[in-house]
């Protein structure tokens, strides 16, 4: 099942020009001198003082919008941990675009996700993190992504039902959930996921995990379908390869799962440059 992305040089054309009037169209409005490359950075959210990771390429010429990725680390993990997993930083250093790896706040590193009263309020410490890099560096707030492994998957989903309005993309892997019922708008969702995985199994109903893995990949991708409009059932493409593609259409933003034969639970890159796709699949989409 070798997957081949193809994209239209119509497409390409359109999102390139769609980029660059997000990037540049309040290049007036905006002058900060941020840090270049990675710093550390410490705010107050909920009461709680929370840290993140912050990169910002040496292309920043502190006038120009540049799109956010936000980037969350699996559970127990963390925000240098979760850099180096994903190598976002690095594209983002030949692409142009900031980069806010995120930490966890609660105990053992976990987000707070599904929502446990009592907990930190992980949806407000992300919106709060939006301002404090928006603050910081010229931010194109239209582009913000939000991508993560495992447990940062499962939150990336979260905040495309909570945050919708903030974040205009998720990719998530090796976690996808429909935290459902969502409300407003409909969201661009792209997931990768290895069918061999063993903790976030693609089939789902896990037991001992709660709340946590109820659902199967399959039926967390059809909850997105559902809240973004998508006619019919997903569509299956299955070329030879390890790679094949669950897919709907007539959406109001694309749903689109990419399952990976082989893969256990660990970021895509051998079998496709997942960081690279994800990076193609949210520039082509802003608020």
């Known amino acids: 099942m070798r ?24 290049q007036a409005s905006c002058a900060l001198g941020a840090a270049l490359a990675v710093s550390d950075q410490r705010l107050t959210s909920g009461g709680r003082e929370r840290t993140y990771r912050l990169f910002v390429p040496a292309s920043y010429d502190g006038r120009t919008e ?7 680390h699996g559970s127990g993990g963390n925000a240098a941990g979760q850099a180096a997993t994903s190598r976002f930083e690095a ?14 706040g609660a105990e053992g590193n976990r987000w707070n996700v599904p929502i446990v009263a ?61 935290p459902g019922p969502c409300e407003g708008r409909a969201v661009p969702v792209l997931t990768f996921h290895g069918l061999a995985d063993p903790q976030n199994t693609y089939d ?19 909850g997105w379908a559902k809240h973004n409009g998508c006619a019919g059932d997903a569509k299956l493409d299955d070329p030879p390869g390890p790679l094949s593609t669950l897919r709907y259409e007539g959406c109001k933003a694309e749903v689109r799962l990419v399952r990976i034969d082989g893969l256990v639970h660990r970021w895509a890159r051998d079998e496709v440059d997942a960081t690279r796709e994800m990076w193609e699949f949210f520039r082509r989409h802003t608020l």
Do not use: N
């Open 3 to 26: 997957l081949t992305i193809i994209i239209a040089a119509v497409a390409v054309a359109l999102s390139a020009q769609a980029f660059a009037q997000g990037t540049g169209a309040a």
């Open 204 to 222: 789902g109903h896990a037991e001992g995990r709660g709340g946590e893995w109820v659902e199967s990949v399959p039926e967390a991708l059809a």
């Open 66 to 72: 540049l799109p956010l990725v936000l980037d969350m």
């Open 118 to 178: 009592g907990r930190p309020d992980d949806v407000q410490y992300v919106s709060d993190v939006i301002d404090h890099v928006a603050a910081r560096a010229c931010t194109d707030r239209q582009r913000v992504y939000a991508t993560g492994f495992s447990g940062g998957a499962r939150m990336s989903s979260l905040l495309a039902c909570k945050l919708g309005r903030r974040v205009a993309a998720i990719a998530p892997m090796a976690g996808l959930r429909w």
């Open 91 to 104: 594209l983002a250093a030949s692409e142009g675009f900031l980069v806010a790896t995120l930490q966890a």
